[in-house]
């Protein structure tokens, strides 16, 4: 198909161009007056409207859409979500209502405990029948990739069980599905923390069929730098790093992922100088998850900061039951923007092509380039960058190809 009139086209990124960093992540191409062309999937051209090519009466000849003047954008990139589990833990949310604190609840036996007994309960089918409500509930809001955790199993049937249902989802959906094995989410019932630590390093082989990533919840309370190393030092040659770290101390998981080339460090929300000063020169990601900041009232993450230091920033939506239980990406740009002081430019790049980067999605997913995946949002005429983020609740997508 030829989509024509196309009032901009936004995200133009040449070929090769695999992530943003420092002053660059403000820095967004647009084309007025565009045409863009897609076959078998994929971008095969684009350029001003004066060089639209003509139609020709031929059997093959591309649909055609009218834009009718509105801007065309690559599709938002989640790079960190939890979609598969079961239930709800809207329980929990009357406990934070109430004062409650995260590590609270968790102490109680609630949190991620709480959705690893609920997984267990319910049954293969219906986990992947709620899961694929949430994924295409994201796929509706915009989203073209995104990466989904285990980590509710935590123990090695269910946590096999989550990643079959992943695996289920990534060939029923045509958005694109990344898979992370996240057994090291929590301390299953029933084990010593080092079985549990054991246990994990053991179902490795195993994951590895099922998993493109392996992620360690490396912070206070949960799995420390060593456990860390240990079980990333056992997945190396099977599976590249996602790390989980400084959502609730600063625990040198910054650190630790950089050592083992974790694609991305993600949350962030407690960062200092060292974690800047350890990322520079890294093909790390530094991954934000303001919706878990919004929805706890947790810090934000010192985006600008990374940026004035060279880096670039992704953001990630965190979709999960407990603590960011939406999977609005237009919701995280807007956060973005507003809590983070990123620019619109700045926020765009880190929900499309850092994002990803940080699933190692960005050569085929996150810009307008030839050859990628067309995994595209074509808007409701009106809207540019900058409205998207601060009308952050009026509805602007009129399609999404993928």
């Keep these: 198909m030829i989509i024509k009139n196309i009032g901009q086209l936004v995200g133009i990124v040449p070929e090769g161009v695999l992530r943003k960093q420092g002053a660059a992540q403000g820095q967004v191409e647009v084309l007025e007056n565009a045409w ?3 076959r078998g999937g994929r971008i095969a051209g684009f350029g001003p409207m004066a060089s639209c090519p003509s139609p020709v009466n031929r059997s093959d000849a591309p649909e055609e859409i009218n834009a009718y003047g509105a801007m065309l954008m690559p599709g938002f990139c989640d790079s960190h979500t939890h979609v598969v589990y079961a239930g709800s833990r809207d329980g929990e949310f009357l ?3 109430n004062g409650l604190s995260y590590e609270e609840i968790a102490a109680r036996g609630g949190g991620i405990l709480n959705s690893s007994d609920l997984l267990h309960r319910t049954p293969e089918k219906e986990l992947y029948r709620q899961s694929l409500v949430r994924v295409k509930e994201m796929m509706a809001k915009g989203t073209v990739a995104l990466e989904i955790k285990s980590g509710y199993g935590l123990n090695p049937e269910d946590e096999l069980k989550m990643l079959r249902v992943i695996r289920r989802l990534r060939e029923s959906v045509p958005a694109a599905v990344r898979s992370t094995y996240l057994g090291a989410h ?3 019932r029933g084990y010593t923390h080092e079985a549990y630590v054991q246990a994990v390093i053991d179902l490795i082989p195993r994951a590895a069929e099922l998993a493109d990533f392996i992620d360690v919840f490396c912070d206070e ?3 420390t730098v060593e456990d860390t190393h240990r079980i990333l030092s056992a997945a190396q040659g099977l599976l590249r790093p996602k790390i989980h770290a400084n959502e609730l101390a600063v625990s040198g998981g910054v650190q630790v992922g950089v050592q083992h080339q974790a694609l991305s460090v993600d949350h962030l929300e407690r960062t200092t100088d060292a974690e800047i000063d350890a990322l520079r020169g890294s093909d790390t990601m530094p991954t934000m998850l303001p919706g878990s900041s919004f929805f706890l009232g947790l810090p934000y993450g010192r985006a600008k900061d990374y940026l004035r230091a060279g880096l670039g920033v992704a953001l990630a939506s965190d979709y999960n039951p407990g603590s960011s239980p939406s ?16 620019t619109p430019e700045e926020a765009f790049n880190a929900v499309t092509l850092n994002s990803a980067y940080a699933m190692g999605l960005s050569h085929e997913y996150g810009s307008v380039t030839v050859g990628k995946r067309a995994g595209l949002i074509l808007c409701i005429p009106g809207f540019d960058l900058t409205k998207i ?6 509805p602007f997508i009129r399609k999404v190809f993928y």
């Design 95 to 97: 406990d934070k209502i």
């Design 186 to 188: 929590a301390v299953g």
């Design 221 to 223: 309370g949960f799995f």
């Design 389 to 394: 983020a601060y009308q952050y609740q009026t």
């Design 327 to 342: 999977g609005d990406m237009r919701f995280v740009m807007a956060l973005g923007c507003i809590r983070m002081r990123l």
């Design 36 to 38: 863009l062309e897609i």
